[in-house]
């Protein structure tokens, strides 16, 4: 059993970048990725932004060598979790029980979506190919097959907090002596049912979102993938660099509250920090930067926001939502922004919440609104709540 467990790698693709060194420099120079609606055929073209990865998927079939008629999903994890599988340089990595643990919430629904136009119009139409790879496992499973990874894989799906449980699964699975080496994080690409289905809850902003303001008016959606390499002691031993920091802390907590709304008093979200903090052996004052979920929802920062009041009282640590650069990714929200926080540490550096300029009336602090560097970043808390209730907090810790 380890009894700790490491970051050796990290891969990240977004609409802020295609690589972890290109999100860092769109991060630092306050660059966010919403526009045009330009990769789906909807009729919320010009109408409401999202932030898409900028890359066609030929592009991105060729950056993660897959093929190029697969889901843009599958093929968004398998640009960074071969990003982060080469950052980590493992060495004699086959030597290694090895798994790949993904989370995505919309499967290959892009394929299926197109499958559908053709087959309405005329029903001996539609290539059934595109709806062969529908459900959510399968984009995990093409990805491991190309990453040569046939120990042990699963797929996550627990709606925003997919990603943040496949990290928190994947430490489990080194914990419990079951594996070595866990590939962890997720993927989502953007859909017309995804759009469709936010714009229905009446949560999209028609601008660009502006987490934790008093005036925020909702999300924007987005796509991307983001992957951690975890290792055991005994794996970090034999790497060629050091690890990039630990994760020291997790916990999973669901208030059951409402299928798409966070409990007003944000319960979920307390438990969540709270048992993370308890893993981690650290305390509120410990904690440096909070990476939020921070979706721009009026529910949604109301009840985090209350909750980290509750949790945190008057020591209230640097803040920000770094989804007001990506959007919110769904599925994949949870491994950008574990990529971020292991970021942070590496850079001592916080994010600043773009377009913040109201504080929330009800809360005593505010998010950051610029850039901080040379911090003491040693402890990372980030935040990934989803629907349902279903609310997950990590803790990056440096070495």
């Keep these: 059993m380890s009894s700790s467990v490491y970051v050796a790698g990290v891969g990240v693709i977004s609409a802020i970048g295609n690589n972890a060194?290109?999100?860092l420099a769109s991060l630092k120079n306050k660059q966010a990725g919403m526009g045009d609606i330009t990769h789906i055929d909807t009729i919320y073209k010009g109408e409401l932004p999202v932030a898409e990865v900028k890359l066609s998927n030929e592009q991105l079939a060729e950056l993660s060598g897959?093929?190029?008629n697969i889901s843009r999903t599958a093929l968004l994890s398998g640009v960074a979790a071969k990003e982060a599988l080469a950052d980590a340089n493992i060495p004699d990595f086959k030597a290694w029980r090895s798994g790949f643990v993904s989370a995505n919430s919309v499967g290959g629904m892009d394929k299926s979506e197109d499958f559908f136009v053709e087959f309405f119009a005329d029903n001996d139409k539609g290539k059934l190919r595109d709806v062969f790879d529908h459900e959510c496992g399968s984009m995990t499973e093409l990805v491991a097959d190309n990453l040569g990874?046939?120990?042990?894989?699963?797929t996550?799906?627990?709606a925003c907090s997919s990603s943040a449980n496949a990290i928190?699964?994947?430490?489990?699975?080194?914990k419990n002596d079951v594996l070595d080496v866990v590939i962890a994080g997720g993927t989502d690409s953007l859909t017309k049912f995804t759009l469709n289905g936010f714009n229905t809850l009446m949560i999209l902003d028609k601008e660009f979102c502006k987490p934790f303001d008093e005036n925020r008016e909702g999300l924007n959606l987005g796509e991307g993938a983001g992957y951690v390499v975890l290792v055991s002691e005994k794996v970090a031993k034999t790497l060629v660099k050091q690890p990039d920091c630990e994760l020291s802390?997790?916990?999973n907590s669901n208030d059951a509250y409402h299928q798409t709304a966070s409990s007003p008093d944000g319960t979920g979200s307390y438990m969540a920090m709270q048992g993370a903090l308890k893993k981690s052996g650290l305390q509120t004052t410990d904690i440096d930067y909070i990476n939020l979920h921070g979706t721009g929802t009026p529910n949604n920062d109301s009840a985090e926001g209350t909750a980290i009041k509750r949790l945190f009282e008057k020591d209230f640590p640097p803040m920000s939502s770094t989804k007001s650069y990506t959007?919110?990714?769904?599925?994949?929200?949870?491994?950008?922004?574990?990529?971020?926080s292991v970021l942070a540490i590496k850079n001592k550096i916080i994010y600043p919440n773009l377009r913040f300029k109201t504080r929330m009336d009800e809360l005593p602090f505010e998010p950051e609104a610029e850039l901080l560097t040379d911090q003491e970043v040693k402890h990372v808390m980030s935040n990934s709540f989803g629907f349902g209730g279903n609310c997950t907090s990590l803790i990056f810790s440096s070495i």
């Design 149 to 154: 990874i046939s120990d042990y894989m699963t």
């Design 327 to 340: 959007g919110h990714t769904l599925g994949a929200s949870g491994g950008i922004e574990a990529v971020f």
């Design 156 to 158: 996550v799906s627990t």
């Design 21 to 23: 060194a290109e999100n």
């Design 168 to 174: 928190f699964y994947g430490a489990r699975l080194i």
């Design 249 to 251: 802390g997790y916990n």
């Design 66 to 68: 897959l093929p190029e």
